[in-house]
């Protein structure tokens, strides 16, 4: 199985996440099948918050969209959500995640044991850092590829 995803965002670099395979592994074949199919290619930062997350993998880029493959099953676990975390977005309905996600720019522990966490940031995070802010943001950050390896 995959051990990372590399984004490479339009905000200057790549970031890359190591997999959680071993806390979410439905979350992590979705995400990388997506990844593979070139699903996220393109995808904007739709819902930027400083001091909380940066949120993507919506084609439509609104945050009302995901992809034809049907919704996940929670795998909700013990990782905290806290800086650099990647976790899966999410309707109230625990099992509707499918295809969008969040990065956490800060401590976000309110969100624990509630959303899915499939990885972690272990470099690139400034380029998280650097996407363009708002709900939506007016020229919204986007993912220019994500590829496995």
Not at 53 to 78: I, R, V
Not at 112 to 129: A, L, N, P
Request: aromatic share 8%; hydrophobic share 40%.
């Amino acid at each position: 199985m995959a051990e990372t995803l590399t984004l490479s965002l339009d905000s200057g670099g790549d970031v890359v996440i190591k997999l959680r395979s071993d806390v979410a592994p439905g979350h992590v074949e979705r995400i990388t099948t997506l990844a593979a199919q070139g699903f996220y290619d393109g995808v904007k930062f739709h819902r930027v918050i400083p001091g909380f997350m940066a949120q993507g993998g919506c084609p439509k880029g609104t945050g009302t969209g995901g992809s034809d493959l049907p919704d996940l099953k929670q795998e909700f676990n013990d990782v905290p959500h806290v800086r650099g975390v990647c976790s899966m977005a999410r309707t109230s309905a625990p099992n509707s995640a499918n295809s969008q996600f969040f990065i956490c720019f800060a401590d976000a522990r309110f969100l624990d044991r509630q959303y899915t966490v499939w990885g972690e940031v272990i470099s690139g995070m400034e380029f998280v850092d650097a996407l363009p802010k708002g709900e939506p943001p007016r020229e919204p950050g986007k993912i220019i590829k994500a590829t496995v390896a």
